[in-house]
T-cell receptor, first 113, second 111 residues
Framework: DTAVSQTPKYLVTQMGNDKSIKCEQN?????MYWYKQDSKKFLKIMFS???????INETVPNRFSPKSPDKAHLNLHINSLELGDSAVYFC????????????FGPGTRLTVL | KQEVTQIPAALSVPEGENLVLNCSFT??????LQWFRQDPGKGLTSLLL?????REQTSGRLNASLDKSSGRSTLYIAASQPGDSATYLC??????????FGKGTLLTVNP
């Protein structure tokens, strides 16, 4: 019954590695997002996809590449991981339309050693 | 650039007390405002969504108000309980679907 799910929940890896985080929503929403919550708990949007098309791309290093194979999935691939990438990454979704509520996944805690 | 500020950063109250959390935003051209709750190590749970044309929303013991022209929202929690202890986040949605968050208020309700 999970509305927005993410895998893995925890990810510990070495600097320089490449890793992916997967997100799936079963709400039938058209828009999906990735947010980053830093060590000070501040949440900031990274990307947004609407109907598989990129509509928001904040100032994020090119090492981060989102991929949306279909409306229900938005994966985040990170190349050449750095210490500063350590954070909690949240996926969210909403029904198309600016006025609609966003629903969040449980988060993926990424630790780069 | 939209900026969202939440005051206070932390609040500790005894059980049963009514309390108010404050949120202010710099750009009044918003589509809606959403209040979330985040428990330690967990994701965000949506509490209330207020559209830009609305003045308030209520859900159980929670009441959120919105004054778009002054860039302010409040979240009122009645008869607080220890289970209400969490971080409360305010977020506003502007153009291009962007949701801008405040840094949150850490609420502790003591039994």
């Amino acid at each position: 019954d999970t509305a927005v799910s993410q895998t893995p929940k925890y990810l510990v890896t070495q600097m320089g590695n490449d890793k992916s985080i997967k997100c799936e929503q079963n709400l039938g929403h058209d828009t999906m997002y990735w947010y980053k919550q830093d060590s000070k708990k501040f949440l900031k949007i990274m990307f947004s996809y609407n109907n598989k098309e990129l509509i928001i791309n904040e100032t994020v290093p090119n090492r981060f590449s989102p991929k949306s194979p279909d409306k229900a999935h938005l994966n985040l691939h990170i190349n050449s991981l750095e210490l500063g990438d350590s954070a909690v990454y949240f996926c969210a979704s909403s029904q198309d339309g600016r006025a609609n509520e966003q629903f969040f996944g449980p988060g993926t805690r990424l630790t780069v050693l | 650039k939209q900026e969202v500020t939440q005051i206070p950063a932390a609040l500790s109250v005894p059980e049963g007390e009514n309390l108010v959390l404050n949120c202010s935003f710099t750009d009044s051209a918003i589509y809606n405002l959403q209040w979330f709750r985040q428990d330690p190590g967990k994701g965000l749970t949506s509490l209330l969504l207020i559209q830009s044309s609305q003045r308030e929303q209520t859900s159980g013991r929670l009441n959120a108000s919105l004054d778009k022209s002054s860039g302010r929202s409040t979240l009122y929690i009645a008869a607080s309980q220890p289970g209400d202890s969490a971080t409360y986040l305010c977020a506003v949605k502007g153009s291009n679907y962007k949701l801008t968050f405040g840094k949150g208020t850490l609420l502790t309700v003591n039994p």
